[in-house]
């Protein structure tokens, strides 16, 4: 007899403001262990307002953030780290001075593991190879897709039990947008590594995704797995640009996309 994966992350009844503009709405959502989670909606929807108060960049004004049971949405930033989330966020952040072996080196201040960490930077360049290539050059430098690898890259190196991301395709062309999602699937599968991610490409979001979640004006407004977010209407429509007249062969298209889990 089976049972349901354990909860990772647990959100309930969160409100986020900010100044005097309520972002967040009352949501709640649940991630389980080994999940890749995808949060979808529009420009202006909350999604990144959501990851920032998860990741205690943003302190909420009402709700809590569990992390395997602990509460953690009065916790800094860096204890939340140690909590085991990781937040890679929307415009990569890196540090542009730094050489990309600095950047890597980064991710790893939280750890007193100093013997293993090494090895982890292999981990990490073994997943982005482009990196190794160029671990001596400054960060800002690099283009728009080896940055992405980048921030992901430094994220790994803290240990995350989950990894928030915000939108991983951002600026980035089609081909380096499957690239980088091909790489988050392999994370997830190889490096037990469960994600949380933020992203405006549904299409390449739901077909990497277990489970997923549409914001609207701060408030989920619907959530269920990937493939039946997949084959609604509504979704189909606004977020995947096929109309209802073409809904079959989108479906048909869609099951034919689905290779990469």
């Not at 690239?179 to 992203?199: A, D």
């Amino acid at each position: 007899m089976s049972t349901e994966p354990k909860v990772v992350l647990q959100i309930d009844n969160l409100e986020s403001y900010y100044g005097p503009i309520m972002a967040i709405r009352g949501v709640s959502l649940k991630v389980h262990e080994g999940q890749i989670v995808t949060v979808l909606g529009a420009n202006g929807a909350g999604k990144t307002t959501l990851l920032k108060t998860i990741s205690g960049v943003m302190d909420p004004e009402k709700g809590t953030v569990k992390m395997e049971g602990t509460d953690i949405q009065s916790m800094e930033p860096d204890a939340i780290v140690r909590r085991g989330i990781v937040h890679v966020p929307e415009g990569r952040e890196i540090f542009p001075l730094m050489t990309v072996a600095e950047n890597i080196a980064m991710g790893a201040y939280t750890r007193h593991d100093r013997s293993t960490i090494q090895a982890d930077e292999e981990m990490v360049y073994s997943y982005f190879p482009i990196l190794k290539d160029r671990r001596n050059q400054r960060a800002g430098t690099l283009s728009g897709g080896q940055q992405q690898m980048l921030a992901i890259g430094r994220g790994l190196m803290s240990h995350p039990k989950l990894m928030l991301l915000d939108e991983p395709s951002l600026g980035l062309s089609p081909l380096l947008t499957q690239e980088i999602f091909e790489i988050i699937v392999r994370l997830n599968k190889e490096q037990k590594v469960t994600m949380m991610l933020v992203e405006q490409n549904a299409k390449v979001a739901l077909d990497a995704a277990d489970y997923g979640y549409v914001m609207e004006l701060g408030r989920i407004v619907m959530n269920d797995s990937a493939d039946v977010l997949a084959a609604s209407k509504d979704i189909q429509e606004f977020y995947l640009g096929v109309s209802q007249d073409d809904n079959q062969r989108g479906q048909r298209r869609w099951k034919q996309r689905k290779t990469w889990r």
